[in-house]
């Protein structure tokens, strides 16, 4: 199919409707972790404090420039909207202009970073040096000093991939399908061993770097952000028991720092592609985040959270609440002698509440008027937690009688130990694992009109 060519002369800020918009389902995207100073003659600072680390209530990140060198393709994956044989707009940037906008929107304030992605231009090669260039040029030519975030393109001379390294915080490959057999359905000439190779490369580099940064704290700095992949959720038929368990090996295999999930969105009418009527798989992906969370932080193995039995997380609560009401021999614990790890396994209990209460109890024993001020989501963990030998109520331990109640939780906490009723924005970072805005919808459906079940800002 013949492309809408757009004419050499296109005005840049036409180049960035289009190329800004082509990177929209691109969400591997956050950036943290990383200390970038500044000589005093360049321009932006990173800091690993993650000031450029913002997210919009579906997760996605909103604080960099999100853009594409090209959103032209020599590939014809299924899924894609730059897709070769698609007939959209088609622009790309020099190197020159990019830096241009980069500098002029961090000027205004606009944004704190850049996340420089791409379609295929000629070849992987050609690509990789186009976005070395932008990138060297950035921080030589525009001493730039802020966050950027560049794809590592599959099929690249290693070198050139190296030498971009050097100059990124973070660098992704994007593993786009959680299995093989998806890539060779809907992205052929793809595979999972061309995506996996630079991966390593990226991840030994890392490790050599480490190496020479303890022998030479002046030694340039390669991915100090770490790298990223980002995996489609819904386009092949994979059940999150898989796509978890991928996850966690590139994790543990691949030193990978973020694993970024992206509901499908059909944007081709092409019959190898799922139907979707419901649209894009939201609770899903926000349910693998939610695991995800658990993997990193809290200690837990994909393993525990499903099986091939039991292959798909449960819509009506969040993994780690699923995972109690599966185990409740475990329960009730004692707040005042658990250990941290057992602490975070609590519904209602994160990071930050376990290690308050393992400070705070050193001092004394904690009652729930403690606990409530500590940030631990009452009205769902009281199921399953005792202080000094009591729980909040007379309860029973029972796998109906607490899901139940967990559905129906308004007005039963005492005045004193409820949480303000709001219906803030919800994040993933905050300890009670929220919900997001369409899984109250389908809470909604479920219990038949229980609004109820959101009071206290969506945590149940
Ligand atoms: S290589 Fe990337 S940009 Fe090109 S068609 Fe595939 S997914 Fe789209």
């Known amino acids: 199919m013949q492309h809408t060519r757009i004419p050499e002369q296109l005005p840049v800020m036409e180049k960035l409707k289009i190329l800004s918009d082509a990177a929209k389902y691109d969400v591997a995207c ?3 972790g990383t200390a970038r100073g500044n000589n005093g003659k360049g321009i932006g600072n990173c800091f690993d404090a993650g000031i450029c680390h ?23 994956c299924r899924y894609c909207l730059n897709r070769s044989s698609n007939d959209v707009p088609r622009a790309t940037f020099t190197p020159d202009e990019i830096c241009d906008l980069v500098i002029g929107f961090y000027r205004r304030n606009y944004i704190e970073g850049l996340f420089l992605s791409s379609g295929i231009l000629n070849s992987p090669d050609y690509t990789m040096e186009l976005l070395y260039q932008t990138l060297y040029k950035l921080r030589s030519q525009y001493h730039f000093g802020g966050y950027i975030h560049v794809k590592a393109i599959p099929g690249a001379d290693p ?27 809907l992205a052929p000439a793809k595979s999972r061993e061309k995506i996996l190779k630079p991966m390593r490369q990226v991840q030994n580099r890392m490790e050599e770097n480490r190496e020479e940064l303890a022998l030479y704290r002046s030694a340039p700095r390669f991915v100090p952000a770490g790298q990223s992949t980002q995996m489609i959720i819904g386009a092949t038929p994979e ?17 990978l720092k973020r694993v970024f999930y992206s509901a499908f969105v059909r944007v081709n009418d092409d019959s190898a592609l799922p139907a979707l009527p419901g649209g894009p798989p939201l609770l899903r992906e926000h349910r693998l985040y939610q695991a995800d969370w658990l993997l990193r932080f809290y ?19 969040d ?25 975070l396994r609590v519904p209602g209990i994160g990071v930050k509440s376990a290690q308050r209460i393992v400070k705070a109890r050193r001092l004394g024993s904690l009652d729930f008027q403690d606990l409530k001020r500590m940030g631990v989501v009452l009205k769902r963990a009281l199921y399953f937690i005792t202080c000094r030998g009591r729980t909040l109520y007379p309860i029973k331990i029972e796998e109906d009688y607490i899901t139940r109640n967990l559905l129906y939780v308004k007005e039963k906490l005492p005045p004193e130990l409820r949480d303000d009723v709001t219906y803030r924005q919800l994040s993933l970072f905050d300890d009670g694992m929220p919900l997001s805005v369409e899984e109250q919808s389908v809470l909604l459906d479920v219990s038949a009109g229980s609004a109820a079940a959101f009071a206290g800002g969506g945590a149940i």
């Open 54 to 76: 913002s997210f919009a209530a579906d997760g996605r990140c909103i604080s960099l420039l999100k853009i594409l060198l090209t959103n032209e393709c020599i590939f014809n």
């Open 30 to 32: 956050t950036s943290s």
């Open 319 to 343: 993994p780690k609440c699923d995972w109690a009401l599966r185990h409740l021999e475990l329960f009730p614990v004692e707040i005042n002698r658990a250990s941290y790890q057992t602490l």
């Open 239 to 255: 059940n999150d028991f898989q796509i978890m368990s991928v996850a966690e090996s590139l994790y543990k295999k691949f030193d």
């Open 159 to 185: 070198f050139l991939i190296e030498k971009t390294g050097f100059l990124a915080d973070r660098m992704s490959v994007n593993l786009e399908l959680p299995t093989a057999e998806g890539l060779r359905r």
């Open 299 to 317: 200690g837990f193995e994909a393993g525990e959270l499903l099986s091939e039995d039991r292959p798909n997380f449960n819509i009506l609560f």
